[in-house]
């Protein structure tokens, strides 16, 4: 769950400090941010279901939570390369299929780890891990941008979801040895 909420703590920005990355830096109107935005909500509701059934009993669950993890870091880092709109859409897609492939796996993953007595405690660790992540997401990024500007939130924001996609590697190859 430690690794849930980094990368919580990253995506969550896609709330508020991108949003104003966009605005300030890249000088989108509001009107066009709303379409960027709206793009990832479009996505999931014509992909994610298909993406999660075709992808399902594939592979281990936690291979998507890997991959996930590292998509949503390079999605970041992409912003971090040009501030082309080109790469503004791509790198939304990206985040967008890192959202799709981490969160329904995520959440498998702690309900087939649990049973009838401790399913309430994984659900309250998992809702409070992304939880965190919402009230410090926002914080923690402007902070960084403020401090140090948004390239250097967006190489740490990298950093951080490959730790914790190196996180759930290892847990991946744990598992395996049980």
């Given at each position: 769950?430690f690794?849930v909420?980094l990368?919580?703590?990253?995506f969550?920005q896609?709330?508020?400090t991108?949003p104003v990355?966009?605005?300030?830096?890249?000088?989108?109107?509001?009107?066009t941010?709303?379409l960027?935005?709206?793009m990832n909500?479009?996505?999931i509701a014509?992909?994610?279901?298909v993406?999660?059934?075709?992808l399902?009993?594939k592979?281990?669950p936690?291979f998507?939570?890997?991959?996930?993890?590292a998509m949503?870091?390079?999605?970041?880092?992409?912003l971090?390369?040009?501030?082309?709109?080109a790469?503004v859409?791509?790198?939304m897609?990206?985040?967008t299929f890192?959202e799709?492939?981490?969160?329904?796996?995520?959440?498998?993953?702690?309900?087939?780890r649990?049973?009838e007595?401790?399913r309430?405690?994984?659900?309250a660790v998992y809702?409070m891990?992304?939880?965190?992540?919402?009230?410090?997401?926002?914080t923690?990024?402007?902070?960084?941008?403020?401090h140090?500007g948004?390239?250097?939130?967006w190489v740490?924001n990298?950093?951080?979801?490959?730790?914790?996609a190196?996180g759930?590697?290892?847990?991946q190859k744990?598992?395996?040895?049980e």
């Amino acid at each position: 769950m430690f690794y849930v909420f980094l990368v919580g703590l990253c995506f969550f920005q896609m709330f508020s400090t991108i949003p104003v990355y966009y605005e300030d830096e890249i000088h989108l109107s509001k009107k066009t941010i709303g379409l960027v935005l709206a793009m990832n909500g479009i996505m999931i509701a014509l992909i994610e279901m298909v993406l999660v059934y075709k992808l399902e009993h594939k592979r281990n669950p936690v291979f998507y939570l890997v991959a996930g993890a590292a998509m949503i870091g390079a999605s970041f880092l992409m912003l971090d390369l040009s501030t082309a709109f080109a790469m503004v859409l791509a790198s939304m897609v990206v985040i967008t299929f890192g959202e799709m492939l981490l969160f329904p796996f995520m959440n498998n993953f702690w309900v087939k780890r649990s049973n009838e007595r401790n399913r309430g405690q994984y659900a309250a660790v998992y809702t409070m891990s992304f939880s965190l992540a919402i009230v410090l997401a926002p914080t923690f990024s402007s902070q960084v941008a403020t401090h140090f500007g948004f390239p250097v939130l967006w190489v740490v924001n990298f950093f951080i979801c490959s730790f914790a996609a190196a996180g759930f590697f290892l847990l991946q190859k744990q598992m395996s040895h049980e």
